[in-house]
């Protein structure tokens, strides 16, 4: 089992320090959110609560993930990145394509992309991208990103993005993996469909089981259980030995966690989040 450990909470100045700690701690990858801006009216109903209020509050730093990933890429070796996630069809695909791919380039392929169809309609007005059929679009950026991606000159004809050949460069030197976020029927899905994996949050044990059985049904019915596959899940249960053979067996490959609101801490002090981070490897990581 490979472990994931997010910083939402932790200082933003800090996380250099932090990606270097899980480094050490023997964590795989870190997670980053993502969200350009928060209204002050939010009309929007967040999807992961009873209530619809979102977890977070304008006071919450935000940085844009792919700067952040670089800065943290730089000071560490072997660590990998994801977000969890990225609002992809809020963005215009060749712009995100670029900041991905430099990212990718610059970490030596250390990148993840974890995408969603995103919640939050004040948001895409703002960038001024459609919020309706937001989940088609979102599936043919990828199909354009991965393009991109590829190096030499690519040309696309599509419903949404139509080009002749361009080239993007620096591409990145493996592709990119990308993991389709959320819990719905549709999202599963699309990511047997078309994802390299799949993103779920807020899970408990048997919950996330029976996420993982939904995607294998799905992925046998669109033909793709023979292709290499991540599942990255949040489980609301601390990551015991029996717990973690449970979830490898049901498909897990990743757990994604939190040392500090794994006990109910939600913005330490950088150096409690470093002896946070080194006592969870000490204690669940294998």
Not at 15 to 24: H, I, S
Request: hydrophobic share 40%.
């Amino acid at each position: 089992m490979k472990f994931c450990h997010g910083l939402i909470g932790a200082d933003p100045l800090d996380w250099g320090r932090l990606a270097v700690a899980c480094e050490r701690a023997g964590f795989d990858s870190v997670a980053v959110s993502d969200h350009v801006v928060y209204p002050s009216y939010l009309r929007s109903k967040y999807p992961y609560t009873p209530d619809g209020t979102p977890l977070f509050s304008p006071e919450e730093d935000w940085p844009d993930a792919w700067v952040a990933i670089a800065s943290m890429a730089a000071v560490t070796t072997t660590l990998r990145f994801l977000t969890n996630v990225y609002v992809l069809p809020a963005r215009n695909p060749f712009v995100a394509a670029k900041a991905i791919g430099t990212a990718a380039h610059l970490s030596r392929g250390r990148v993840g992309l974890g995408v969603g169809a995103g919640w939050m309609r004040e948001e895409f007005e703002l960038l001024e991208q459609p919020w309706e059929r937001r989940g088609a679009r979102m599936e043919e950026s990828v199909e354009v990103m991965r393009k991109l991606w590829r190096g030499g000159m690519v040309e696309h004809h599509g419903e949404f993005y139509d080009f002749d050949p361009v080239e993007m460069r620096p591409a990145p030197p493996e592709p990119v993996p990308i993991y389709i976020g959320g819990h719905s029927e549709i999202a599963l899905r699309r990511a047997a469909r078309i994802g390299d994996g799949w993103l779920g949050m807020h899970y408990t044990p048997d919950e996330a089981v029976e996420r993982c059985e939904d995607l294998q049904r799905h992925r046998e019915e669109a033909g793709t259980s023979d292709r290499p596959f991540e599942v990255i899940v949040s489980p609301l249960a601390a990551p015991t030995d029996e717990l973690v053979e449970r979830l490898e067996a049901a498909g897990v490959t990743t757990i994604l966690t939190s040392s500090w609101m794994a006990t109910g801490l939600t913005a330490p002090e950088v150096d409690r989040a470093e002896e946070m981070i080194a006592t969870y490897g000490e204690r669940f990581i294998r």
